[in-house]
Antibody, heavy 120, light 107 residues
Framework: EVQLVESGGGLVQPGGSLRLSCAASGFTFSRYDIHWVRQAPGKGLEWVSAIDTAGNTYYPGSVRGRFTISRENAKNSLYLQMNSLRAGDTAVYYC??????????????WGQGTMVTVSS | EIVLTQSPDFQSVTPKERVTITCRASQSIGSRLHWYQQKPDQSPKLLIKYASQSFSGVPSRFSGSGSGTDFTLTINSLEAEDAATYYCHQSSDLPGTFGQGTKVEIK
């Protein structure tokens, strides 16, 4: 079964750090670009970061310089290192697989999400 | 950043009715527009990619159309299990952006 499973969420104080993981199974992980997307409680979806098959990384301005996405193909794993966390980073974080069409494709597989709460 | 605006924000519909959700982009994105369904306490699921291509396993009552800046998701003959929030998503350029969502409630 093609699957993504996130872990590592939890409660962290403002200014703190957290590292999320995403374990992939059922497909050749190294052949796909992978993204992180978050959803604040009761809100919509927000793209957080992406890493392509060559290891190039991409971020929106809201997290650039604070978040770092990485991957370890040998372990079929994706990571998101989050530093200098703010209350506004509170959300469910999903990892999502991008389809393999040219350019930026749709997200065809999503994990179940992991909750990150930033609060004192 | 490309802004996607969905309408309506909320729709209450009786079973077997047709539902139409629109998504307007702030600039032309060709056909790089995708639709997702998210049920309560679940992760999003891909329904339609590249404006009109149905994703594998998605019921045929879901269809998409449009190009450039105006797109539509149609649900023909709504079923109770279709109660969810629907999001459009553009992949024309980074940052990838999503519409604000349209919540569909079953009367």
């Amino acid at each position: 079964e093609v699957q993504l499973v996130e872990s590592g969420g939890g409660l962290v104080q403002p200014g703190g750090s957290l590292r999320l993981s995403c374990a992939a199974s059922g497909f050749t992980f190294s052949r796909y670009d992978i993204h992180w997307v978050r959803q604040a409680p009761g809100k919509g979806l927000e793209w957080v970061s992406a890493i392509d098959t060559a290891g190039n990384t991409y971020y929106p301005g809201s997290v650039r310089g604070r978040f770092t996405i990485s991957r370890e193909n040998a372990k079929n794993s994706l990571y998101l290192q989050m530093n200098s966390l703010r209350a506004g980073d509170t959300a469910v974080y999903y990892c999502a697989r991008e389809g393999d069409s040219s350019g930026i494709d749709a997200f065809d597989i999503w994990g179940q999400g992991t909750m990150v709460t930033v609060s004192s | 950043e490309i802004v996607l605006t969905q309408s309506p924000d909320f729709q209450s519909v009786t079973p077997k009715e047709r539902v139409t959700i629109t998504c307007r982009a702030s600039q032309s994105i060709g056909s790089r527009l995708h639709w997702y369904q998210q049920k309560p306490d679940q992760s999003p699921k891909l329904l339609i990619k590249y404006a009109s291509q149905s994703f594998s396993g998605v019921p045929s009552r879901f269809s998409g159309s449009g190009s450039g800046t105006d797109f539509t998701l149609t649900i023909n003959s709504l079923e109770a299990e279709d109660a969810a929030t629907y999001y459009c998503h553009q992949s024309s350029d980074l940052p990838g952006t999503f519409g604000q969502g349209t919540k569909v409630e079953i009367k």
